[in-house]
């Protein structure tokens, strides 16, 4: 019996295929022939000739598919696909999100929908993985991948006993040390671009406790492109000094400036498309390998076969197991605890280089919204990033890895790789159509690229901006920009500085106050609402503040108000971009 097996995943941050990746292990534990894709890199033309796939699919944004699946999905959904195309094929979906968004496991409920109608046999029930359960994403995911084996080995049996979770499964890829050759440089795939940083300057006052940058940069590619609402997608690298900090821990510092090269161990494994060849070891780590993110439950499995006290195993087990999640939690999570501290806490331990890419994850893209009209900046692009710092329990000072390196970007500094990505909001369809922006803090990103778009390039005069900070003369963005719109008549400014007087005052709280102005433009003139900020408690919020507002002027009662504000979101009048 074939016991082939198609693991494709859709994956943002690296959740979903660090999942899938996890189940490939599961699968190869009962000797199945495992191949783990991201659904954009799969060969499509194959699919109907495959017997067994298992999907792992995560949410992003407001209920949207994540980048690398979008291909394959806009495939299943074409109109000429019989709908039993897939009769043949055995298949398994799991959705990865987070139970506070409105569209929680949206794209997984979907591709489970349209699987079924093109005929595909469901194994299991779909799995729907919450980061709001108390256990976290294993909540759901153990006792449904139980579930799965057992159906699976019933359907697939096989004579071969099952390979214990204690015994080190071979490693994905060969690393090798060669002598010869120099190395090489990243590839820069088809839609990635390469950009020169021309200005990265902090627009927070000196004294305020968060940095907050504007960043230019340029590009003279003539297929650059990207329209108000899209979305920067951009890898981070670690810094230098803190790898080689990193390896004088481990004791690998006489590796650094080797050059390295890997080799897949079977056919099953590919190296991802814009790796080089041959790298430097230093260079696997500064643009490629994550070692100073937080760890997820997958690295703490994989390093409890490389420590050599007893005592460490058991305890990297317990961290690995569904039921020690609250201790993980404790040890990991809470204090941000990232890889290099984790490997010093249970020392000693002997890596073998060949397990490099099992143990350690591969640094994932981060996404911004673009604060600026490419026809207002041609060749340009702006940024509007609060520097992640911050202090934990432990009394360290922790900073994200992306604006760590982001920080230290100068003028004529290449920024490699810059993917643009669609997002969920939209200008309205024409200029004489009212638009109310709504961006608190780094959320008035996107509400600049909508606003510059609309006010240079088109000369819409009806434009609401309600923008919301702690202090007027801390982090105001773009004040004079938009105190010169408004001196033109272009713009309607509505300010909440929350921490400016005794009473916190909030963007909900100055919707409620102009009510009628705002009341008058949707309900009359059809205005579009644009949301971008935190997801927290504001969105939520804001959209109260919008039912009261229809309560109050449109004289709704709350199930009127309700209904109102759903048919805005199903037209598209009323859009949202929030974030953890």
């Known amino acids: 019996m074939d016991h082939s097996l198609l693991i494709l995943f859709g994956s943002e941050t690296g959740c979903a295929q660090d999942v899938a990746e996890n189940l490939a292990r599961q699968a190869r534990r009962r000797h199945f022939k495992t191949k783990v894709v991201a659904m954009d890199d799969y060969d499509k033309s194959q699919f109907v000739e495959e017997k067994l796939v298992f999907f792992i699919c995560s949410t992003t944004g407001q209920g949207a598919e994540p980048a690398n699946m979008k291909k394959f999905w806009r495939f299943l959904l074409r109109k000429n696909l019989p709908n039993d195309i897939l009769s043949d094929l055995d298949c398994a979906v799991l959705g990865l999100g987070d139970s506070s968004y409105r569209k929680f496991n949206y794209p997984s409920k979907k591709l489970y929908k349209r699987l079924l109608q093109l005929g595909a046999n469901m194994i299991v029930d779909r799995g729907d993985c919450d980061d709001q359960h108390y256990l976290g994403l294993d909540g759901a995911f153990a006792p449904w991948a139980k579930n799965l084996w057992d159906v699976v080995l019933e359907k697939y049996p096989t004579t071969k006993p099952l390979i214990p979770d204690d015994v080190l499964l071979p490693p994905s890829f060969k690393m090798e040390f060669i002598s010869d050759g120099q190395a090489q440089p990243q590839t820069t795939l088809a839609g990635e671009f390469n950009l020169v940083v021309q200005k990265n300057e902090r627009i927070t006052a000196a004294d305020h406790f968060q940095d907050v940058r504007h960043i230019e940069l340029t590009c003279t590619d003539e297929d650059f492109k990207y329209e108000p609402g899209d979305i920067a997608v951009i890898t981070p690298q670690n810094l230098v000094q803190d790898v080689d900090l990193f390896f004088e821990q481990l004791g690998w510092t006489e590796h650094a400036?080797?050059?390295?090269?890997?080799?897949?161990?079977?056919?099953?494994?590919?190296?991802?498309?814009?790796?080089?060849?041959?790298?430097?070891?230093?260079?696997?780590?500064?643009?490629?390998?994550?070692?100073?993110?937080?760890?997820?439950?997958?690295?703490?499995?994989?390093?409890?076969?490389?420590?050599?006290?007893?005592?460490?195993?058991?305890?990297?087990?317990?961290?690995?197991?569904p039921e020690g999640q609250e201790d993980m939690w404790a040890y990991c999570a809470r204090p941000r605890r990232h890889i290099g501290e984790v490997l010093f806490d249970f020392k000693p331990f002997d890596i073998p280089f060949d397990y490099m890419l099992d143990l350690f994850p591969q640094l994932q893209p981060r996404s911004f919204s673009i604060a600026s009209s490419l026809n207002v900046h041609p060749q340009s692009m702006e940024l509007c990033v609060a520097v992640v710092k911050y202090k934990t329990k432990m009394r360290k000072i922790r900073r994200g890895v992306?604006?760590?390196?982001?920080?230290?970007?100068?003028?004529?500094?290449?920024?490699?790789?810059?993917?643009?990505?669609?997002?969920?909001?939209?200008?309205?369809?024409?200029?004489?159509?009212?638009?109310?922006?709504?961006?608190?803090?780094?959320?008035?990103?996107?509400?600049?690229?909508?606003?510059?778009?609309?006010?240079?390039?088109?000369?819409?005069?009806?434009?609401?901006?309600?923008?919301?900070?702690?202090?007027?003369?801390?982090?105001f963005y773009f004040a004079d920009q938009w105190k010169e719109y408004e001196q033109n008549g272009q713009l309607v400014l509505l300010t909440a500085f929350s921490r400016d007087q005794e009473g916190k005052v909030y963007v909900q709280d100055k919707i409620?106050?102009?009510?009628?102005?705002?009341?008058?433009?949707?309900?009359?003139?059809?205005?579009?609402?644009?949301?971008?900020?935190?997801?927290?408690?504001?969105p939520g919020e804001v959209a109260y503040a919008f039912k009261q507002t229809f309560m109050k002027e449109g004289g709704l009662d709350a199930l009127e108000a309700e209904n109102y504000f759903s048919d805005m979101i199903k037209s598209g009048q009323y859009q949202e971009e929030c974030w953890n």
């Open 257 to 321: 400036d080797k050059l390295i090269r890997f080799t897949p161990f079977d056919e099953f494994h590919t190296l991802p498309a814009h790796w080089p060849s041959t790298m430097t070891f230093r260079d696997l780590f500064v643009y490629f390998l994550d070692v100073f993110g937080v760890p997820r439950r997958s690295f703490f499995e994989m390093l409890a076969y490389f420590t050599t006290d007893e005592n460490h195993t058991e305890r990297l087990r317990e961290f690995a197991s």
């Open 512 to 538: 409620r106050q102009h009510s009628e102005l705002l009341w008058d433009l949707i309900e009359n003139q059809q205005a579009k609402i644009v949301l971008s900020g935190s997801l927290d408690k504001m």
């Open 402 to 475: 992306f604006t760590k390196w982001m920080s230290t970007w100068k003028e004529g500094d290449v920024v490699p790789r810059v993917r643009i990505a669609k997002g969920t909001m939209t200008l309205p369809p024409s200029a004489d159509i009212p638009l109310i922006a709504i961006g608190p803090g780094t959320g008035v990103a996107p509400m600049r690229s909508f606003l510059e778009e609309r006010i240079v390039e088109q000369g819409a005069t009806q434009n609401i901006l309600l923008f919301g900070c702690r202090y007027h003369d801390k982090d």
